[in-house]
């Protein structure tokens, strides 16, 4: 939509000038401060979501919510490359892939 970052910056100035919290580092304006401390996360790098079922981490629930959705449509989960799939066929498949990034050359 945006062709130029700085149109977009100068549009979101405009647009949302009046909203009461602003973040200091990139001057992203909010209406909630719970929309503020969530996006705070963005920058702290904070990830307190974890997954129960591989580790991964998320910095908003509503990631981790969404995440889960791979391991209960696809419960083979491949601790090489981070990745589920469907049926064991397809995990099998995949597991030549991770023998050869192992071969130095």
């Known amino acids: 939509m945006f062709e130029v970052q700085d149109l977009l910056i100068d549009h979101c ?8 919290y602003v973040c200091e580092h990139c001057e992203r304006a909010v209406k909630y401060w719970s929309e503020f401390e969530r996006h705070q996360l963005v920058h702290s790098g904070e990830r ?6 591989c580790g991964k981490a998320f ?8 995440h ?4 209960a449509e696809n419960p083979y989960y ?8 469907k049926s064991v066929d397809e995990f099998d498949r995949q597991k030549p892939i991770h023998a050869k990034e192992k071969v130095v050359v």
């Open 13 to 20: 100035k405009e647009q949302h000038k009046n909203l009461p």
């Open 59 to 66: 910095g908003q629930k509503s990631q981790l919510n969404f």
């Open 48 to 53: 307190p979501h974890v997954c129960p079922v």
């Open 78 to 85: 491949c601790e090489e490359c981070k990745n589920s799939f």
């Open 68 to 71: 889960m959705k791979i391991h």
